[in-house]
């Protein structure tokens, strides 16, 4: 599992550990656990572009932080 920085609609910045085998679709369950965001609230960048629902972390790089 890796420690993800993830800053919510509302500037909140929370932490998640997440494994990089895990969806964004899955990070954006446990951003819903952890402080209530719904997924039709939020979407998924890395690097400035748009991350779509299926990809998984690894598919997209994210690293550590």
Do not use: M, S
Request: charged share 30%; hydrophobic share 30%.
């Amino acid at each position: 599992p890796v420690q993800n920085h993830v800053k919510t609609p509302a500037g909140k910045n929370i932490i998640l550990i997440v494994c990089p085998n895990k969806t964004v679709d899955d990070v954006k369950n446990k951003v819903k656990d952890k402080d209530g965001v719904t997924k039709r609230e939020h979407r998924f960048t890395h690097k400035g572009k748009l991350v779509g629902n299926r990809a998984t972390l690894a598919e997209n790089v994210v690293e550590h932080g």
